[in-house]
């Protein structure tokens, strides 16, 4: 019987290279089905709302999350089924059907920004991990995304930053490192932290996945 899926997790602050380290693990994982799944997806969907109306919603809240969908979805992952993953369109504020993630994976990485906040995402984890950078690097990184990617206006980046980011940060973000397995710093060279887990990778994840224990 194949062994079910290992699942990653990957947290830490806006902008900090979750996905980043996602996508390094998921090399060292070539020999692998690896699925990358993120947070963002799952954002509850506003389309009910005015677009007036969206614009208020803190998105930096853990409650701005659909975590009965993300469950349900990484449950059925974990078992080996296909399942589709919404997209969500920042610029709308509006959840839409996405993409189907591929059947009997065998690693899923689940990266975002309270990927280590809700216990029932750390009950399923086989490894967590908190990317740990500078709060000035990262807000430039999200001035960046935000204009060239979502068309927003240099203040009302900060504006959100400085009303719901920032804080939502030391309350909810921040506070989750404590249950990390590994810290890694994501404003410097993070090869050699992942060279130091790649033998956790590859004895837990790929040899116990290949004998099926």
Do not use: W
């Not at 974990?78 to 993630?101: I, K, Q, W």
Request: with cysteine.
């Amino acid at each position: 019987m194949k062994q079910a899926a290992r699942l990653i997790l990957i947290a830490g602050g806006t902008c900090s290279g979750k996905t980043t380290i996602a996508k390094a693990i998921e090399r060292r994982l070539e020999d692998l089905k690896t699925v990358i799944v993120s947070h963002d997806n799952y954002y509850r969907d506003l389309a009910h709302l005015s677009l007036s109306e969206r614009a208020k919603v803190n998105f930096d809240h853990p409650d701005s999350i659909d975590t009965d969908y993300l469950m349900r979805d990484l449950h059925d992952m974990l078992a080996g089924m296909a399942v589709n993953v919404p997209d969500y369109d920042f610029v709308t504020h509006s959840r839409n059907e996405g993409r189907y993630c591929i059947a009997d994976a065998d690693v899923i990485i689940l990266e975002g920004i309270f990927a280590l906040y809700y216990k029932e995402l750390l009950d399923l984890s086989d490894l967590k991990i908190y990317v740990d950078t500078d709060a000035d690097l990262r807000l430039a990184r999200r001035m960046g995304r935000d204009i060239i990617e979502r068309g927003r206006e240099v203040e009302s980046v900060l504006d959100q930053y400085l009303r719901t980011v920032k804080p939502s940060h030391e309350a909810f973000i921040e506070p989750s490192k404590k249950n990390a397995d590994v810290i890694i710093p994501g404003d410097k060279e993070f090869d050699n932290v992942l060279y130091m887990l790649n033998g956790y990778l590859l004895y837990e994840l790929v040899s116990k996945t290949r004998r099926g224990n």
